[in-house]
Structures are given as C-alpha cells and as structure tokens.
C-alpha cells in the first residue's frame, strides 16, 4: 500500500515528530511505502487565497503546492494525519493545509447544504496529542467537539474511511521516557492493526 503521512509540529524533536518517525518506520517493515509531509519543515503556506476559492482557469491556475499536495493524497491508499491539540482543535498551519487541499471539487462538493467527499476507497488514521487527560476532555465535552468537528467533519465528510483515532493523553513536560516510548509502541500498534503484511 501506499501512505501519506501529513504532520504539523514546529519543534523537530517533538512527541508529535517522534510518533510521525515511528509509525512511518513500522509501516515500512511491514513491507508498505510511505511518504510524509512534514508541514513546517515544507513551510507548507496555510494561507487560503481568494484565487483558491474560484476554480482554476485560464486566468488563474491552482497554486503548485496545492496541485502536489492534491497529488500525493490521490496517490495514497491511507492518509495518516498527526498533529497536537492546540485549544482543542488542529496547529493553524494543520488548518490551512486542510483548506488548501481538501478543497471543494477535490475533497468534497455541495449541494443545497449537502455534502459527498470525493476521497473515498482511502483508509485514514488520526493520531493526536493533548496535555489535558482524556478524562477532562470528555467531561468537558471537548472530546465530542473533537469528534464532530474533525474527525466527522473534516476526514469522514472527505470520504475517507476513518479507521481509527490514537489519542496520546497527559503530555505535559518533563514526559518521562518511558511514556514516551509507551507511545511510540501505540502508534506501531496502530499500523500493524490495520495495514498487516
């Protein structure tokens, strides 16, 4: 299988990074290919222009990073998408890839209100990371939030086929190194789950 792994933390050594590195590295001794978009090592642009809102045409055309970050997700069979939880929802940078790319006419279309994703036949894998435990975030109701508004909303609305969410709770420093090597094994548990050989 092919995976786009798409990731957003600004700090290379981070938990969130770390977790990327692993899970790119189990699905690659399991015999799959892979390739990750590190949005801030790209300086991926998150800014959505008022010509990204009109369809591309003779006097405009579709940005190039757009059009390559369109075509690495075509070419995947499973999305994984990793970021931290910043005010209970995705980095802005996360936000402005998801405008950018999972745009109207390529993610999804509407009518009268409704809309059908156009990324169907694709598996995807969420795995976030939150200081606050998951206890505090269902009670809450941020969990729910989460759930609605991007897990349903983004990734399902798009048409791919959520297959699980991986939540790395209490990540507060100093975390010690054994949680964060616990986590490492979650996220390779994860792949092996769903992509076996």
């Not at 800014?47 to 075509?71: G, K, W, Y």
């Not at 939880?85 to 509407?110: C, H, N, Q």
């Not at 795995?127 to 809450?140: A, D, K, Q, V």
Request: charged share 20%; glycine share 6%.
């Amino acid at each position: 299988m092919d995976h786009l792994i798409v990731v957003a933390h600004p700090l290379i050594d981070s938990i969130t990074m770390k977790l990327a590195r692993a899970f790119a590295l189990e699905l690659q001794e399991l015999g799959h290919r892979q390739r990750t978009a590190d949005l801030y090592r790209m300086e991926f642009n998150p800014v959505l222009t008022a010509d990204e809102l009109e369809p591309a045409s003779n006097t405009h055309s579709a940005p190039s990073e757009v059009v390559l970050a369109q075509a690495a997700v075509i070419a995947a069979d499973a999305v994984t998408v990793i970021y931290p939880l910043w005010w209970a929802t995705m980095p802005a940078i996360m936000k402005g890839y998801i405008d950018r790319v999972f745009s109207r006419g390529f993610a999804y279309e509407a009518t009268n209100g409704q809309s059908r994703g156009l990324l169907g036949g694709r598996q995807c894998v969420l795995i976030t990371l939150s200081g606050s435990p998951m206890s505090l975030l269902r009670e809450t109701g941020q969990w729910q939030a989460i759930d609605v508004l991007q897990d349903a909303h983004v990734f399902r609305s798009s048409g791919l086929e959520l297959v699980e969410h991986v939540h790395i709770e209490s990540v507060e420093p100093p975390v010690p190194p054994e949680y964060i090597s616990g986590s490492i094994e979650r996220v390779r548990a994860c792949a092996r789950r769903h992509f076996p050989l």
